[in-house]
């Protein structure tokens, strides 16, 4: 009986520890796949900040060479701040909720919705990477919420300005 306690024990213990080395193998994988993806992006920064200061270097990132320079740099370092935007996300730096009113904030400029209008496609794409999807997924709802929110506006002005134009001269239309 004593024997087939111990057996019992060494048995359960024998699990514990090799779901603890089973969780310790996951743990030094996702810390891998985190020092990847940094190290990636860091390489990345490194190689756009001469084009940043030098425009004609930026045709080696795909952008034409008859893009105004002003423009091209706008439109590189805003890749930066949403890879930025994407890694923090990622690693958990900040929450989705957090995502949603940053990218709300981002798409009220006319240059951020239209980088995100050029780019998304290539965010949208699939992805293995679960965070990723949901991180595209995040910024292109709030891109579509702000447009939709513009067209209600503007229909919104249409009509308000039709109403004063009407108040404003009541025998008109008639």
Same mark, same amino acid.
């Given at each position: ?6 057996? @019992? ?71 930066? @701040? ?93």
């Amino acid at each position: 009986m004593i024997e087939r306690i111990a057996a @019992v024990s060494s048995t359960a213990i024998s699990m514990i520890a090799l779901a603890g080395v089973a969780l310790s193998l996951l743990m030094q994988r996702k810390q891998t796949r985190i020092s990847q993806v940094q190290a990636s992006r860091t390489m990345r920064l490194e190689l756009v900040k001469p084009a940043l200061d030098d425009p004609e270097l930026l045709a080696a990132w795909g952008y034409r060479q008859e893009t105004p320079a002003a423009e091209a740099r706008l439109r590189a370092y805003t890749n930066l @701040v949403f890879a930025y935007l994407l890694t923090a996300f990622d690693l958990g730096t900040i929450t989705e909720s957090e995502l949603r009113s940053e990218m709300k904030r981002k798409f009220e400029s006319d240059k951020i919705r239209d980088f995100w209008k050029k780019s998304r496609q290539a965010y949208l794409e699939p992805s293995f990477q679960p965070r990723e999807r949901l991180f595209a997924r995040i910024v292109d709802d709030a891109y579509r919420a702000v447009l939709s929110e513009q067209v209600t506006q503007a229909g919104k002005e249409a009509t308000d300005n039709e109403a004063n134009n009407a108040r404003r001269n009541p025998h008109e239309g008639r």
